[in-house]
């Protein structure tokens, strides 16, 4: 599985302006309610005066969404059969990734080219492209896009 400490810190906390005083001080974990007493927690790093922290089953969880996302783009990239449909080591990648999403409790996916939702069991591949915040962390149809 890929290392995922800075891109969690990076990529997979909450946009920071929904964050509450609490999680930007460090005494709440950034993903649940839960209250993290001194040292207790993960340390996600600071950013100016707020000191991120997280949940250890939080970290775990939301630190396997994004490896196991990685983990799905890299096969992607160096296999031969991928761009044509999934091969089958393409679909298990996707399909750990799809159950750590929903493990997670994230929104439904939807498709970055057509800004369709993604139905279950349709078939897609992770895109990963730079916007202007830094890397976005999507996905397209795995062939062309429904009409």
Known sequence: MSDVGRGLRLFVVPALSTVTIQQRSGTVCV???RTLDGGEGVDLGALGDWHLRACPACHEVQGRVLATYLD???????????PLGPCERGKELGAQHLAAREQAGKPELSCVGCRTPIAPGEAIRPHLWQ???????SY????????
């Open 31 to 33: 993903w649940c309610p």
């Open 140 to 147: 397209l149809h795995a062939r062309r896009c429904p009409q």
């Open 131 to 137: 916007g202007l915040g830094g890397p976005v962390f």
């Open 72 to 82: 799905w783009y890299d096969h992607g990239i160096a296999c031969l059969y991928c």
